[in-house]
């Protein structure tokens, strides 16, 4: 396994605990009403295709969360590349590549895409949610990611 397949594996498991965060600060200090990005993301892109109609609430959370599970791969699997040319500790690497991730998607690409706003038109909760969420990924898949990466040298 090489350092690309073990961070998408990672990026894959790290979107879980991404995910609980989001839910449970979405809920917390107060129930926001606006759904979560990766819904939004899903519901946009789903209508720009034509494919709207055929979501029902239950297709919908599946097509979000293929989505959402299958970008954390995809940022792992970047992540995997680059990590070893990075002289840091895994925690603080992951730190920085999920604030790298934040800013390119929601400063970047999707708000470029006219997808979703930007985060600088977002409220501070909005912010403060999505960027614990995604310090919570970056850290969990790095971590991840080394963790492989030292069972498949433990195993030559």
Do not use: C
Request: proline residues 6%; aromatic residues 8%; glycine residues 8%.
């Amino acid at each position: 396994m090489n350092q690309v397949i073990s961070g998408a594996l990672a990026g894959f498991a790290a979107t879980a605990p991404m995910t609980v965060v989001m839910l449970v600060l979405h809920r917390w200090p107060r129930h926001e009403r606006e759904a979560l990005p990766p819904q939004q993301i899903t519901e946009e892109i789903a209508e720009r295709v034509g494919v709207e109609s055929h979501l029902d609430e239950n297709r919908l959370t599946a097509a979000t969360g293929a989505a959402h599970f299958g970008f954390g791969a995809a940022g792992g699997a970047v992540y995997g590349l680059i990590a070893p040319k990075i002289p840091l500790p895994p925690a603080l690497r992951g730190v920085i590549w999920g604030l790298i991730v934040w800013s390119v998607s929601y400063l970047g690409w999707i708000p470029a895409a006219r997808i979703l706003r930007p985060a600088t038109q977002h409220t501070a909760q909005r912010n403060f949610l999505m960027i614990a969420a995604h310090l919570v990924w970056g850290v969990s898949m790095a971590l991840g990611t080394e963790t492989l990466a030292q069972d498949e040298k433990e195993e030559v």
